[in-house]
């Protein structure tokens, strides 16, 4: 029998703010180099291992393949206090800007590294900024055939600009080559569904909102995942210059606080891995 025991998954896509911002806005050269994004990183990385440590909470990590090249003590350091090493593609592009091809040589690529500084298996993807959606459905069937177990890249939305997609189900399932898909959370208001899932919405959001919608989750037995960044935990976030105000609103709103924030949706609810909650609710064997 499957043991979903209510606990929710807690998933950290760990990257620097400006090469996290880049598709989406302007941002100079001089911030995009991987060493002060690393130096970023490593500090804000620091705090978010003492968080979860402190609640006693697993998580996975969603790292950039280009970590594990140009800081790989970061991947063995967060593999090492017992977390998951999940897959963000190698550098912080959309898949939807991608040809399969060039999808597949990253992925191979992100992987290789990751197993290589973590010592682990690594068998979750998510595409930087949720990037596949119905155009690029291709891109499951490359992360089946590339080794990857699940993907949690979908959020069953058609309200954002850049991701999405609506039609699928809101619950852990299976694409027909058997790939398992943990879709990131929606909130129905009003006929609409609203991403819930931590990052920018968490901040925007009465933090109650998330704590709401995660309690309910859990009393019904549904296990849902939260998604956050290490800028969004930590102290450090460079300012990006020129940005329009709803874009600074957007990007920056309640940056500072995050530690305090995280600290007490984990306080009251049971989070832990991807591959946990997968295991639990009988999609992965306990041996993957
Ligand atoms: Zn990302």
Known sequence: MPDTAFVHALTVDVEGFAESHAQSVHVEDSLLGADVNDREIAANLSVTLDLFAEHQRRATFFFLGRIARTAPDLVRQVADAGHEIGCHSLFHRRITGQTPAEFRLQLATARKALEDASGGRVIGFRAPDFSIGAGNKWAFDELAAGGFLYDSSVVPTSLHDVYGMATVPRGIFRWPNGLIEFPLPVLKVFGQALPIGGGGYFRLYPSSVTRSYFR???????????????YEIGPQAPRLPGLPLMRRFRHYIRLGNGRERLSRLLRILPFTTMSDVLKRSGFLEKSD
Do not use: N
């Open 216 to 230: 309910t989750q859990m009393t019904r037995g549904t296990p849902s995942v939260f998604y956050i960044h290490p």
